[in-house]
Every structure is written in C-alpha cells, then in structure tokens.
C-alpha cells in the first residue's frame, strides 16, 4: 500500500473515531499507527475532538440553529409565481405573434401563388393567340368577325 | 444507475410545495455558509436553487432521496455563482477592494477566552477563506449534520473519500482558525 492509500485509509479511521465508532482497542491501535506514520495527523485529530466538546460539528451549533426568517418562504413562491406568470405572458405572447405570423405568410402566399397562377395563364393565353395567327395566316386577315370571336373565347 | 427511472410517476409541483418547508431553512443555511462575505446574495442563490428545482422536477428519477436531489441542484447553483463571481473580481480586479471579503480578525492580546460572538464571527471568516469544496464538504457535514452516504450522493464520490476529505477540509479549517488568531487550545497529547 502506497503512501497516499495509506494517508487516505488513516483520516478515514480518524473520523470514524470523532464519530465514537472505533472501541478503545482500536482506537489505540489507531493512535499507535497514526503517530508512526504523521504525528501531526494525530494533533490535528485531538484540536478536532477538543472544539467545544462535541469536535468540529461543536463550532457550527448557533449556526445550525439560525432561520431564514419568516417570510422568505413566501417571498420564494411570490417569486416563482411570478416568473411564471411572466413566461406564460411571454409563451402566450410568442404563441399569439406565431400564429399571426403564420396567418399573414399564409395570406401573402395565397396571393402571390394566385398571381403568379393568372400571370402564368396571361402568358399562355398570349402564346396561343401567337400560335392561333401564325395557323391561320392571311385568312385571318380575311375573317375579322372570326377573330373577335376567337380571341374573346381564348 | 444514475439513468435508471425509479419513479414512474413525475414529480408534482404540489409535492414540491410539500416539502419547500422543509428544506428551504437546510439548504439557506447551506447557501449562506457558501456565500459568507463574498457579496453573493443567500436568499436570491436559495430561491435560485428552487425555482431550479421545480423547473427540472420531471427530470428526478427517485434514485436518491428528494431532499439529496435538492441539495445538489442548489450545490451546483452556488458552485456556478462563486466561480462566476471570482471570474468577475479578476475582470474588474481595480473594484476588488470594495468586494474583498471582511476579514475578522481575534482580539491581538489574545489570552482571554474568545466570547460566542466573536468565535463565530471567526469560524464563518475562516470558512470563507477555504477552498469551495473544502467549505462545502464541512457544510454539509458538520452544520447540516448530513450522512456520509448522502454526501457521497451528492458529491458523486465513495464514503471513504468523503470522510478522508472531511478530515483534511477539518485541518484546513483549524490552520486558518489559528492564523486568524483563535487559541489553539493546549497541544499537549
């Protein structure tokens, strides 16, 4: 075993002995191992059992008995309802703002695509009637009545 | 073992609400012992914590008890404000004499028994000059009385280290006690 595993194992067995669990046997055997391997180990172990009789957790008693005081747990659950109300605002204003986005995209697209749909027939409606004058040639020329009619069906 | 669900029902808020009670005054006096003379604010980092915990209780999986799931969602809360807050005194490094913690110091001439007040003026100065993890280790242990085994759940660490922790956070503990000034009671073996 290793020097740091030594180390280790011993201040383990040092707080088990602040916490009264070794018997007076073991706690001997302790004492002679530890003062073998760091007496200063051992001196830091007795400060630690001496302070106000109870060891280290003796010094923390008036801090252990001190309160937050009265209303800080309400002060806490005003402050989370708040927050919350605040985010729910803000979900419900990011919801609102969404769908409203989604509705005018939506809109605006309808019409776009509609436009560029009567666009597009325009265009097809124009090549026809190229198409239409080219077939038809001069007799065309000849059948002004015709033609009214035609073109206004197209 | 961490992944694994326990609990197959999530945690409700009205459960939580249970049990604020409870932990709110363990986990404040946790966060105070934390944040003693840097300036942080307790009640704001404990009300942090718990507004944490409610946010993330779908995430608790009864793997380890409610109140060990709090404290560490409150550790980690403090651990992220104490490193955000020392990355900040070295930002505004020419401010750090105005958030330098308040040392107290004991009575030079030192003989006389220090009175209650004084002592714990000195242990909370003491605790403040130790390394977080030293801090939070005696925290838990000796202010809130918590077992070895819940220390080992929320540290995330074997029982035997956290006790071979304990000590040395102990004696690092009576090192500064001492350099502050405390009597360091009769040596004699």
């Known amino acids: ?154 | 073992m961490q992944n694994e669900t326990h609990r197959p029902v999530p945690l409700t808020e009205h459960e939580l609400d249970r049990q604020v009670p409870d932990f709110y005054p363990r986990i404040f006096r946790m966060v105070r012992s934390m944040v003693f003379n840097t300036g942080l604010d307790a009640e704001d980092l404990t009300q942090d914590s718990f507004l944490k915990v409610y946010k993330k209780r779908h995430l608790y999986n009864g793997s380890s008890s409610l109140y060990t799931w709090t404290y560490q969602i409150a550790r980690n809360t403090v651990l992220d404000a104490l490193r955000r807050d020392k990355i900040q005194r070295r930002i505004f490094w020419w401010s750090e004499a105005e958030t330098e913690p308040d040392d107290y110091r004991a009575n030079e001439s030192g003989d006389e028994a220090l009175d209650r007040r004084e002592q714990q003026q000195l242990l909370r100065t003491a605790m403040a000059r130790l390394a977080d993890k030293d801090r939070l280790i005696i925290t838990m242990r000796d202010l809130e009385g918590m077992s070895y085994d819940e220390i080992a759940d929320v540290e995330n660490l074997a029982v035997g280290t956290v006790k071979s922790r304990l000590f040395t956070a102990r004696q690092r503990l009576k090192d500064e006690l001492i350099k502050l000034g405390m009597h360091p009671e009769s040596e004699e073996e």
């Open chain 1, 1 to 154: 075993m290793d020097k740091n595993d030594t180390n280790k194992r011993l201040r383990e067995r040092l707080i088990d002995a602040q916490d009264g669990l070794l018997s007076r046997d073991e706690l001997e055997r302790l004492e002679k191992e530890v003062r073998a391997h760091d007496p200063q180990l051992w001196k830091d172990h007795q400060w630690m059992m001496r302070q106000s009789g109870e060891g280290v957790p003796g010094l923390f008693a008036e801090m252990r008995a001190e309160q937050p005081d009265g209303e800080a747990i309400r002060r806490f659950h005003q402050r989370r309802e708040a927050e919350g109300g605040s985010q729910m605002a803000l979900e419900h204003l990011v919801w609102q703002l969404f769908r409203r986005y989604v509705l005018t995209v939506g809109l605006v697209l309808i019409v776009l695509l509609t436009g560029l749909q009567m666009g597009s027939s325009e265009d097809v409606s124009a090549s026809s009637r190229d198409e239409m004058t080219r077939y038809l040639g001069t007799e065309q020329q000849q059948m002004p009545e015709l033609n009214h009619w035609l073109y206004e069906d197209l």
